[in-house]
């Protein structure tokens, strides 16, 4: 264990996720058991600018690991893109005697991340919170897991509508580089089609579609979009070439949006933060750094930040097909 990390910094930063309080959770407690200060950073990059540190200890983080959000809130930092601010970050954390950082968030909170460790030699370790599981070197990222089930249960909700009065609803959950999501929620929802940027299907082969539902007895149909489809400028313009075109459906479209993000971490997503965060604060006190902590077959690997950030996470072609099959 390295002797020349006392105090550790952790702090949550991009779009919130469920899973990250578990997360910093973790953190806090794995340095505890270790014998190491910790030390919260509110709204990440920004309040470390500012300086503003909250001392934690294994009794600040009871009662979080079932709370959505984060505690530590979160913000993007255009002053952190400059040379001048992070040196004024890092001051703060040298004020602060703060040794090392663990990051929790997206890939552009770990390309900040690998810059600061590069200016500063500050040992630094990246933990993936993002609902759209778009980061290469895990399977999942911390609240992806939730955010499937959150999508379920609302497109659950939604066929009941639709099915009551013979419409067909276009679903838009999100995804705006990847279909993740959308694939996924449209498997386990039954869905007739799904729509994800990985995969142009056309107008006219959504149109074929749908009149091949309708044909095959069908009084109603869930179409789910992924927000970065490439079909369409947006779900909007779907609903009007598909009103144009078949009348035979009343259209509705229902957008998601944040919604997605909230919500208490499933059993999954906590049980993964957990992990997650003792593997980070583990891998630093062994001298490691400028890696993410990810899952690949149910272990917990250590993937260079830039191959997480620079490199793209794979639709499941598998999951395609037997999306292809079910809407028969």
Known sequence: MSETIKKIGVLTSGGDAPGMNAGIRSVVRTCAFHNIECVGIVQGYQGMIRGEFIPMDARSVKGIINKGGTILKTARSKDFMTKEGRKVAYDQLKKEGVDALVVIGGDGSFTGAMVFSAEYDMPVMGIPGTIDNDIFGTTHTLGYDTALNTVVEVIDKIRDTASSHDRL????????????????????????????????????????????????????????????????????????????????????????????????????????????????????????????VGLLNDVMSLTPLEQAIKGQSKINLELLRVSDIMTT
């Open 169 to 292: 609803f276009f679903v838009e959950v999100m995804g705006r580089d990847a279909g993740h999501i959308a694939l996924n929620v449209g498997v386990a929802g039954g869905a007739e089609e799904v729509l994800i940027p990985e995969e142009n299907l056309g107008l006219d082969r959504l149109l074929e579609s749908l009149h091949r539902s309708k044909a095959s007895g069908k009084s109603s149909s869930i179409v789910v979009v992924a927000e970065g489809d490439k079909i369409g400028k947006n779900v909007f313009e779907l609903k009007d070439y598909v009103d144009e075109h078949m009348s035979e459906y009343e259209v509705r479209v229902s957008v998601l949006g944040h919604m997605q993000r909230g919500g208490s971490p499933s059993c999954f997503d906590r049980v993964l933060a957990s992990r997650m965060g003792v593997k980070a604060v583990e891998s630093l006190l062994e001298g490691k750094s400028n890696f993410m």
